[in-house]
């Protein structure tokens, strides 16, 4: 994967991003989404945020040597804090790494968010409590999808603020779309994951310690909203 030949998990969220956005990648790694974007002509202007100082430099070389340096902005800073506000961003990217720590990040920054920004995700699990603080923020997912790459399955999640949105526990846990649209890949994704609960229920049954009853109910409880889903 470079600049030019982006992973397929990458071309998808590029795919997601609006035609000439102001975008912000937090977590550029080396900076090949948005440079990749930049030599499309796909989009205005970016930055690419890195909070470690190896992906930054990877970054910046990556920028430098496609000669982007005046319309791609990188910078060492933690999360959101990337963003100033004369950048006028209208599409932040954050992907590869757990929804759990993608929604740290937002919510550490939410003072960066104008609330007009396109928030395209891609959470390497923890894809619940992501689409809880969507909920809780008033954003409203506008696309999901499902792909498998390098035996991965990946989730990319885009919202957008839009007020007042309630999502129901199942829905937290599929992705409300995903529920309806039941792509094969999804539906792949989700008989993995019911064998899954079920091996580790009945690792639990077999445990010569006491599991957490709490824990138990909740697995249990997870592998049949699964057996609905998938009948």
């Known amino acids: 994967m470079n600049e030019q030949t982006l992973s397929m998990r990458l071309e998808r969220v590029a795919a997601h991003v609006p035609a000439g956005a102001r975008l912000a990648d937090i977590g550029s790694d080396h900076g090949y989404l948005p440079v990749a974007l930049m030599r499309r002509g796909a989009i205005a202007a970016a930055v690419a945020g890195e909070v470690a100082m190896t992906p930054f430099n990877s970054a910046e070389r990556t920028v430098r040597e496609n000669g982007q340096e005046l319309r791609i902005s990188v910078r060492l800073a933690n999360g959101l804090m990337a963003i ?131 824990k138990v109910q909740d697995i249990a409880r997870q592998a049949r909203w699964i057996t609905e889903l998938l009948a």
């Open 84 to 214: 100033e506000p004369g950048d006028g961003i209208t599409a932040i990217s954050i992907c590869g790494m757990g929804g759990e720590t993608i929604r740290d990040i937002l919510d550490s920054g939410k003072a960066r968010l104008s609330g007009q920004e396109r928030l395209i995700l891609q959470p390497n699990g923890g894809e619940q409590p992501l689409r809880q603080w969507l909920m809780e923020n008033g954003y409203r997912i506008l696309c999901e999808e499902v792909l498998r790459e390098n035996r991965f399955d990946y989730e990319i999640i885009v919202a957008e603020r839009a007020g007042p949105v309630l999502y129901t526990a199942e829905e937290l846990y599929f992705g409300p779309l995903q529920m309806r649209t039941r792509s094969p890949a999804f539906l792949v994704k989700w008989q993995r994951m019911l064998h899954l609960k079920q091996q580790t229920l009945s690792n639990f049954a077999r445990s010569r310690q006491a599991v957490p009853e709490e």
